[in-house]
Every structure is written in structure tokens, then in C-alpha cells.
Nanobody
Framework: QVQLVESGGGLVQAGGSLRLSCAAS????????MGWYRQTPGKQRELVAT???????NYADSVKGRFTISRDNAKNTVYLQMNSLKPEDTAVYYC?????????????????WGQGTQVTVSS
């Protein structure tokens, strides 16, 4: 069974920092793109940052210069370093990964989501 397990969320004051981690485990052949998304009540889930297997990154305009996405391929883990946090960054943050996994019939390419971790930034 393949799963993504997130950690690192919490409560922080505005201007503070948090680091999120997301580890993929299970019958994984390879990991392609990984990323972070966030969602607040009543709104659609939005992209925060993505990183390809080669290390190319993409960020939402609202987090550029404050957030940094990185990955450790040996650990099947993606990180999100969040600095200069603002109250508007408050959301549930979800990890996403495009994985090639072993299946009964060989290999398959699927997208997986983590369970979400709450980030709350107080003013």
C-alpha cells in the first residue's frame, strides 16, 4: 500500500517559520513530480509549489520569495520551508506526488495525496 505521510504543521505567529515534510512509502518504483497544495474552508484547493524529479520548481505568486520546496530522492521525501508567514497562509496543506508503483499487473502511474496538515498563522 502506498501512502504519503505529512508532518510539521502547527501554530505560528506572523513572521515566523515552519517546515513541512511529506514522506512517500510503499511499493514505489519511481517518483515524478511532488508538490504542496493548500485549502481553506469554502475555497478550492490551490497549488503552493511543485518540484520535478530533476529539481525544477514552480511557485504560486503569493508565496514566491518566502517558501522553498525541496526533495530528498533517497528518502522519497518532499519538504516545504515556509518563512515570513502571514495570516493568509493559514490553511490545510496537502502533499501530492505522482508515483510509478508496482501493481499486480506490473507498474502503474498514479497521483497520491497526503492526509493534510493544518498550518495556522496568528496575527
Amino acid at each position: 500500500q502506498v501512502q504519503l505521510v505529512e508532518s510539521g504543521g502547527g501554530l505560528v505567529q506572523a513572521g515566523g517559520s515552519l517546515r513541512l515534510s511529506c514522506a512517500a512509502s510503499g511499493s514505489i518504483f519511481s517518483i515524478n513530480a511532488m508538490g504542496w497544495y493548500r485549502q481553506t474552508p469554502g475555497k478550492q484547493r490551490e497549488l503552493v509549489a511543485t518540484i520535478t524529479s530533476g529539481g525544477s520548481t514552480n511557485y504560486a505568486d503569493s508565496v514566491k520569495g518566502r517558501f522553498t520546496i525541496s526533495r530528498d530522492n533517497a528518502k522519497n521525501t518532499v519538504y516545504l520551508q515556509m518563512n515570513s508567514l502571514k495570516p493568509e497562509d493559514t490553511a490545510v496543506y496537502y502533499c501530492n506526488a505522482r508515483l510509478v508503483v508496482f501493481t499486480t499487473y506490473g507498474k502503474g502511474d498514479y497521483a497520491y495525496w497526503g492526509q493534510g496538515t493544518q498550518v495556522t498563522v496568528s496575527s
